[in-house]
């Protein structure tokens, strides 16, 4: 997802991005991006502001609802309505609880 974010925020304006190791955590154990956007009051900036930066939340909350969060669910649908560019492929929610615990137990 870091290396996603990253091309993404720099094809849609971000005035600088990187991607680097995710300090804290340890040396070589995670990637995370960042962006940095200036924003001097030109209508040109606020373009790019506008796009990168529905972008990168977005990108946030397709991947919380990703990992099955209801509310970023409801939001990225909400959002795709609004945003008739966005698509974001949706997860199938899992109808039987227990099959991740039979998965794990072999």
Partial sequence: MAVH???GDAFR???????HNGGGVGWGEVIN?????????S????????????????????????SGNANAYDTIQRTM?????LRVTMPNPVQDDQILDRVLQG
Avoid: P, Y
Avoid at 13 to 19: E, I, R
Avoid at 33 to 41: A, H, R, S
């Fill in 5 to 7: 974010n990253f091309v």
């Fill in 13 to 19: 304006g971000a005035t600088w991005v990187a991607l």
């Fill in 33 to 41: 991006g960042g962006f940095g956007l200036v924003l001097d009051g």
């Fill in 43 to 66: 209508e040109e900036a606020g373009q790019r502001a506008k796009i990168m930066l529905n972008w990168d939340v977005s990108n946030g909350v397709a991947r919380r609802c990703w």
């Fill in 81 to 85: 309505e609004d945003q008739c560019q």
